[in-house]
Nanobody, 124 residues
Framework: QVQVVESGGGLVQAGGSLRLSCTASGLTFDRYAMGWFRQAPGKEREGISCISRGERTYYKDSVKGRFTISRDNAKNTLYLQMNSLKPEDTAMYYC??????????????????WGQGTQVTVSS
């Protein structure tokens, strides 16, 4: 059974940093492209970053240059380093595996194996 657990969220002032982690079990982690998503109150969940099996990365424009995605396949863990945080980054953050691709295809609809998420709150 696949289990995904996100951690590392919290309350931070604008301009601050957080590092999110996502540990997955029950799947062959290094086979999948992995992604980070977020959902703000009243908004739809959006994909913000992806890392391929070969560690090529993709970022949504709104986080490009501030967030860094990385993975440690030996630990089955995905990371998201978030710097220069803004109040608009406030959301529940989730990670997921791309069930159809091992590269960042540009489609967010093929991701699955969702965890419970970790809350990030950025105060102004």
């Amino acid at each position: 059974q696949v289990q995904v657990v996100e951690s590392g969220g919290g309350l931070v002032q604008a301009g601050g940093s957080l590092r999110l982690s996502c540990t997955a079990s029950g799947l062959t982690f290094d086979r999948y492209a992995m992604g980070w998503f977020r959902q703000a109150p009243g908004k739809e969940r959006e994909g913000i970053s992806c890392i391929s099996r070969g560690e090529r990365t993709y970022y949504k424009d709104s986080v490009k240059g501030r967030f860094t995605i990385s993975r440690d396949n030996a630990k089955n863990t995905l990371y998201l380093q978030m710097n220069s945080l803004k109040p608009e980054d406030t959301a529940m953050y989730y990670c997921a595996a791309d069930l159809s691709h091992n590269y960042c295809s540009g489609s967010w609809s093929t991701f699955g194996y969702w965890g419970q998420g970790t809350q990030v709150t950025v105060s102004s």
